[in-house]
């Protein structure tokens, strides 16, 4: 597509629920990039994949986050058993892999994620 | 521990004025350094970026100021406009290592361009 894609844009969950969100990168883009961004804590970074696997996921906050990346495109973050400061905006990025474009991350708009 | 120190955390500016937002780092492995914008509900967009080999760039507006030695580099925005008005990160990116491929970001500069 155009541009990053991310769904949902919205999400309301309870406490203790799993959630999915998904990110559609930017066809030709093998590099994707998952960052949480809370209010007055900028950009957490979460996962990075170079294709399908995940050379660094040093930044998931604990094993209830895990993220997965299939046929080089599509990327899911699921977190399980939701807790309230799993509250923000999960972004997602994609960027080429060499080259002058790997270093301009898009960005997709985010998934903002509410735990009750 | 935050990889780049950025500030100020927020920046009123009137109409036609500079805006300056600083940021250091200590990593030297850090070799490339983007500037994002990041308008209310939409992703951060790349703005401006810089390599340590040079000690400034400028693109309309916008300029990056760098200096190697002191590990520090900072956004200046010329006639600043209502339209600036965002939130601006500064990040670092090692270009080699076991950290390829990953982004740090600072905590960002939230800016108000008052007409």
């Known amino acids: 597509g155009a541009g990053v894609s991310q769904s949902p844009s919205n999400k309301v969950t309870e406490k203790g629920k799993d959630v999915e969100l998904r990110c559609d990168p930017i066809?030709?883009?093998?590099?994707l990039y998952w960052y949480r961004q809370s209010l007055g804590q900028g950009l957490e970074f979460l996962i990075y994949f170079q294709g399908n696997s995940a050379p660094d996921k040093s930044g998931l906050p604990s094993d209830r986050f895990s993220a997965e990346r299939t046929g080089g495109s599509v990327s899911t973050l699921t977190i399980q058993r939701t807790q309230q400061e799993d509250s923000a905006v999960y972004l997602c990025?994609?960027?080429?892999?060499?080259?002058?474009?790997?270093?301009?991350?898009?960005f997709g708009a985010g998934s903002r994620l509410t735990v009750l | 521990q935050q990889q780049v120190k950025q500030s100020p955390q927020s920046l009123i500016v009137q109409k036609g004025g500079i805006s300056i937002i600083n940021c250091a780092y200590e990593?030297?492995?850090?070799?490339?350094f983007p500037w994002y914008q990041q308008f209310p509900g939409k992703g951060p967009a790349l703005l401006i970026a810089i390599r340590p080999d040079v000690s400034e760039k400028k693109e309309g507006r916008f300029t990056i100021s760098f200096n190697k030695s002191a590990k520090q580099f900072s956004l200046h925005i010329m006639d600043s406009q209502p339209g600036d008005s965002a939130t601006y990160f500064c990040a670092a990116r090692a270009l080699r290592g076991s950290t390829l491929g990953r982004l740090y970001f600072g905590r960002g500069t939230q800016l108000t361009v008052w007409p």
């Open positions: 990025a994609s960027s080429f892999l060499g080259g002058s474009g790997a270093n301009v991350l898009t």
């Open positions: 990593n030297t492995a850090f070799d490339y």
């Open positions: 066809s030709g883009h093998t590099a």
